[in-house]
């Protein structure tokens, strides 16, 4: 076999393996714990430590960083097609 075959099927394995693993992920889970507030939803405040709404997430949840990529991609392309 040819080696540079070899190394080429080594790298690029487990790096489809990973990223169609993610891809996956993203379809079956798109969201995920926020970690600012561990999904609790809200955080406290550094004066006088009150309670207050999370900022980063709506209660508790994030959007994982591919989904939101993909759903970029999506409404771009939906816009364009229109
Ligand atoms: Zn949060």
């Given amino acids: ?4 075959l070899t190394l080429a099927s080594v790298i690029v394995t487990p ?8 891809a996956g992920l993203c ?4 969201f ?7 999904g609790t939803g809200h955080t406290t405040t ?3 430590r009150r309670p207050r709404a ?3 997430c709506d209660r508790g949840l ?9 759903n970029y991609f999506h409404r771009l392309r939906a816009e364009a097609t229109r």
């Fill in 32 to 38: 995920k714990t926020c970690k600012r507030c561990a």
């Fill in 27 to 30: 379809w079956v889970s798109p």
């Fill in 54 to 56: 999370c900022r980063r």
């Fill in 46 to 48: 550094r004066f006088l």
């Fill in 15 to 22: 790096a489809a393996l990973v990223t169609l693993g993610y």
């Fill in 62 to 70: 994030r959007l994982r960083t591919g989904r939101r990529v993909f």
């Fill in 1 to 4: 076999m040819d080696p540079l």
